[in-house]
């Protein structure tokens, strides 16, 4: 059973930077693709990035040039490097699977964006 927790979220001034972490258990991670999403309050969940098994990326438009997803597959861990940070990333962030499995949803991390 694979097990996903964030970590790395709080509370930054606008134009800060935070570094968020997804550690995986199970002995899948190394092979699919995985990503971080977000759910702003009154909002859908949304995926912010993606990084493939190779290593390929893409970024959301809100977030491309500001944020840098990476992987470390020894570590069975995912990151999520968040630079510039503006009010409207305020947001619970998630990691899952690309494409997100039901069962891989945990608890995610705040990060409160204000001054």
């Known amino acids: 059973q694979v097990q996903l927790v964030e970590s790395g979220g709080g509370l930054v001034q606008p134009g800060g930077s935070l570094r968020l972490s997804c550690a995986a258990s199970?002995?899948?991670?190394?092979?699919?693709?995985m990503a971080w999403y977000r759910q702003a309050p009154g909002n859908q969940r949304e995926v912010v990035a993606t990084?493939?098994?190779?290593?390929?990326?893409n970024y959301s438009g809100d977030v491309k040039g500001r944020f840098t997803i990476s992987r470390d597959n020894a570590k069975n861990t995912v990151y999520l490097q968040m630079n510039s940070l503006n009010p409207e990333d305020t947001a619970v962030y998630y990691c899952?699977?690309?494409?997100?499995?039901?069962?891989?949803w945990g608890q995610g991390t705040l990060v409160t964006v204000s001054s």
């Open positions: 199970g002995s899948i991670f190394g092979f699919v693709a």
């Open positions: 899952n699977s690309a494409p997100p499995r039901q069962a891989f």
């Open positions: 990084i493939g098994r190779d290593g390929s990326t």
